[in-house]
């Protein structure tokens, strides 16, 4: 066995992030699985989160939101590096786990059974998990994985890592980093950490968007609402994925990330922490009409686009003036 924390799954506590009280139980796979890696190494995630206020509307779809590298390496002294694979993908795994460093690999959601009911067993997608512990002759694996830390062995272990021979020969390796420790560079704690955080604030208000992405958003949704009414209920979940799900569940991490600030006695926050309360709930509301709307091909009020590009308005103006 190679492992890095002693962990178990039975008794595994997430991160406040992933409670029951959340609006978006998940975000995105790859958030997801940072916030519970640095979870598990003990220093608080929701420190690194200003740069959720900075997410836009793409053209096509809403930012993938992910934690910035250079923050990570700031505020926890850790680094995230890419890991080129020309051996056996166990192999690599055991190696850099060895070395006391998590791999992030990306696997088949078919073989992973925390997403029993949604993929396990039911469709082929890639989904990034962060590897903790690996047994290659016990075939078992404790990974992390969206909301919390798992473990998986048998038929599931072999078909994930190939162990009996690649499904084609032009089959591609997936991509994977891995988590490294800075050396000499410890996290930052207590009034550092506010500190820098406060520093990575100021910098992501001076990035956001020029205009209300609402709008943009709101155009573009006229226009696709048009074949969305004739499609099925999959487009819909990767549509919702793309966009509602997307912005809805980062303003709920940027509420969330406000209201440790005024935890910390930082002023000028909680309005702002309220506004985005309110795009994350009306977020998750909007996504329910429009799956409604497409099930009974009716007309989709699109005034929640309205209320949520106001919020944004009022959010970023109060942070601009008291943060920016």
Not at 116 to 137: C, F, P, Q, R
Not at 280 to 299: D, I
Request: charged content about 20%; aromatic content about 12%; some cysteine.
């Amino acid at each position: 066995m190679k492992r890095i924390l002693d962990l178990d799954a039975a008794t595994y506590r997430r991160h406040a992030i992933h409670g029951e009280d959340r609006v978006w139980a998940e975000t995105n796979c790859y958030t997801d699985l940072l916030v519970e890696q640095l979870h598990a190494l003990g220093v608080e995630p929701v420190a690194a989160l200003p740069f959720t206020l900075g997410i836009d509307f793409e053209g096509d779809q809403w930012t993938f939101f992910k934690f910035p590298d250079g923050d990570l390496a700031d505020l926890y002294g850790i680094e995230v590096q890419e890991l080129a694979v020309w051996r056996p993908l166990t192999d690599h795994i055991e190696d850099q786990v060895e070395l006391g460093r998590p791999v992030m690999v990306e696997l088949d959601s078919f073989f992973l059974p925390d997403t029993a009911g949604t993929a396990y067993g039911l469709a082929h997608m890639k989904s990034t998990v962060g590897v903790n512990e690996i047994d290659v002759s016990a075939r078992h694996l404790g990974y992390f994985h969206n909301q919390g830390y798992y473990t998986l062995g048998g038929d599931d272990f072999d078909a994930l890592f190939q162990m009996n021979g690649l499904v084609h020969e032009r089959m591609l390796p997936p991509y994977i980093e891995y988590l490294k420790r800075i050396p000499g560079q410890a996290p930052l704690q207590g009034g550092a950490l506010l500190e820098a955080s406060l520093g990575l604030l100021r910098r992501q208000l001076s990035r956001l968007p020029a205009d209300n992405p609402f709008g943009r958003f709101k155009a573009q949704f006229s226009r696709d609402i048009a074949w969305l009414m004739d499609a099925d209920m999959e487009i819909f979940h990767t549509y919702s994925f793309a966009n509602l799900r997307q912005y809805g569940a980062c303003f709920e991490l940027a509420e969330t990330y406000l209201r440790w600030l005024a935890g910390q006695g930082v002023p000028n926050v909680t309005m702002p922490a309220e506004k985005f309360a309110g795009i994350a709930q009306t977020a998750k509301a909007f996504q329910f009409q429009l799956a409604r709307s497409m099930a009974r091909k009716k007309p989709l009020d699109l005034a929640p686009l309205d209320a949520m590009a106001a919020a944004w308005d009022e959010a970023t103006g109060a942070l601009r003036t008291g943060h920016g």
